[in-house]
């Protein structure tokens, strides 16, 4: 069964940093891309990062490039985003995604499972 | 910068048909654009409904299909029940490892 289990969310102070994690489970992590996606209270899901399998391509949203850093550690089944320079508006539970690229030869791109998210709280 | 639109609400009565759709702000959907559906009630993480515009994730009911109706990704759902009332949200693959999603809509049942 595919797992994926968030956590690293909390309260900071804006101008603060904090590191989210999400550990993978049931699935072969290093065959696949991997993504965030948050959702600030009350408001709409919004791609933030994708990662490529061997970490080589990484993909940002222009409202977090140069203060969010998406990496991961495939020995450890493990996927993160560091998160400097926080503002009050990326207060959101953040959601880690396993990217479906192709199956066989024929292209998909979607998400095909989330995690249960973890909140992160940017406030003063 | 690219803006995918969706209704921001839509109603059904229960047993009857709607019709979400997802477009964007200058251009048309096409196929792609590799459209997706996810379903998600207040406090749960999304579900995935539909994948590449009209194939239905493992589990989901047949009352869910995805089509391009115009110049837009839609998202039928038929013999509507009171368990479909949620958030739906779709998202379109831009190209060079970039995704935008749709406000959602605001499905009510009634």
């Known amino acids: 069964e595919v797992q994926l289990v968030e956590s690293g969310g909390g309260l900071v102070q804006p101008g603060g940093s904090l590191r989210v994690s999400c550990v993978a489970s049931g699935f072969t992590f290093s065959s696949y891309w991997m993504s965030w996606v948050r959702q600030a209270p009350g408001k709409g899901l919004e791609w933030v990062a994708n990662?490529?399998?061997?970490?080589?391509?990484?993909y940002y949203v222009d409202s977090v490039k140069g203060r969010f850093t998406i990496s991961r550690d495939n020995a450890k089944n493990s996927l993160y985003l560091q998160m400097n320079s926080l503002r009050v508006e990326d207060t959101a539970v953040f959601y880690c995604?396993?990217?479906?690229?192709?199956?066989?030869?024929?292209?998909?791109?979607?998400?095909?499972?989330w995690g249960q998210g973890t909140l992160v709280t940017v406030s003063s | 910068q690219t803006v995918v639109t969706q209704e921001p609400s839509f109603s059904v009565s229960p047993g009857g048909t709607v019709t979400l759709t997802c477009g964007l702000s200058?251009?048309?959907?096409?196929?792609?654009?590799?459209p997706s559906w996810y379903q998600q009630t207040p406090g749960q993480a999304p579900r995935t409904l539909i994948y590449n515009t009209n194939t239905r994730s493992s589990g989901v009911p047949d009352r869910f299909s995805g089509s391009i109706l115009g110049n837009k990704a839609a998202l039928a759902i038929t013999g509507a029940q009171a368990d479909d009332e949620s958030h739906y949200y779709c998202?379109?693959?831009?190209?060079?490892?970039?995704?935008?999603f749709g406000g959602g809509t605001k499905l009510t049942v009634l």
């Open positions: 995604a396993r990217v479906r690229i192709r199956q066989l030869q024929r292209l998909l791109y979607y998400f095909d499972y």
């Open positions: 998202v379109l693959y831009m190209g060079s490892g970039i995704w935008v």
């Open positions: 990662i490529k399998e061997d970490g080589s391509g990484k």
């Open positions: 200058s251009g048309s959907v096409s196929t792609s654009s590799y």
